[in-house]
């Protein structure tokens, strides 16, 4: 389908979830989730409980990369290894978790792509000429971050414990894109949320690099900072427009 809309979904109306358009039903089911009984004993304290067992043991969530086999870069990575503790080693996980957030954000805007084509271009709403001039400094964003990470002798490959958090943070949104049942505008919503966060990702790490010394390479993430800003700004008036347009 290529009107520009989406049609309502076949049984529209149907939607059964709530608890006071079924005044028969609500109650019942009410009573019975009183009467149920926890399938483990102790109910969710217990549940609390054993969490907190998990917590204490204090496992990482990953662990810095081991030094370089060759044997030129044996030294500078055990250095690495170290500094995973000090400011340094805080630097390399941030840039790890910008690298792999940004190709995440590559591929949320090629899923929203592939949507607008398939739907079809609707004003107010974006283009695909738009979605790919964001889609693309989404990518150069990534290549600036890889090319960081190699100048500092580190591996752009390595996934870092936070870039493994944003990988699994991003999850969610990028389910949202590819659901073929969503439409533009709740498709714009998760980007949005995305968008925002990656934002405030950006501001962290110009601070971070700042704060390392290593002012010109703040200089290049300030530039995509500026970006971010700007891709926020027009995911917002548009979800807006969209849905301003409905009401």
């Not at 990369?65 to 995973?84: I, Y």
Request: proline share 7%; with cysteine.
């Amino acid at each position: 389908m290529k009107s520009g809309t989406q049609a309502a979904p076949d049984g529209a109306g149907m939607n059964r979830t709530g608890m006071i358009t079924s005044p028969l039903m609500g109650p019942e089911m009410t009573e019975g989730a009183a009467a149920a009984t926890p399938s483990s004993p102790g109910g969710p304290e217990q549940l609390l409980l054993r969490r907190a067992e998990y917590i204490s043991e204090g496992f990482p969530l990953g662990s810095p990369p081991p030094p370089p086999v060759s044997l030129e870069g044996v030294v500078e990575g055990a250095a690495q290894v170290v500094g995973m503790t000090t400011g340094v080693g805080t630097l390399a996980d941030k840039l790890s978790e910008r690298l792999a957030f940004e190709r995440t954000g590559t591929r949320l805007y090629e899923a929203l792509i592939n949507k607008v084509e398939t739907l079809g271009e609707s004003r107010p709403g974006p283009t695909l000429a738009e979605l790919r001039e964001i889609r693309d400094e989404e990518l150069r964003h990534f290549h600036l971050v890889r090319e960081a990470v190699t100048s500092l002798g580190g591996d752009p490959t390595v996934q870092s414990p936070c870039a493994d958090v944003a990988a699994v943070t991003s999850l969610g949104v990028l389910q949202v894109l590819t659901d073929p049942r969503t439409s533009v505008a709740q498709c714009l919503q998760a980007v949005l949320t995305a968008e925002l966060t990656d934002n405030a990702g950006w501001e962290l790490l110009v601070q971070l690099t700042r704060a390392a010394g290593h002012e010109e390479m703040a200089k290049g993430f300030q530039a995509a900072l500026e970006n971010e800003a700007r891709h926020v700004e027009t995911v917002r008036g548009w979800l807006a427009a969209m849905l301003t347009e409905k009401v």
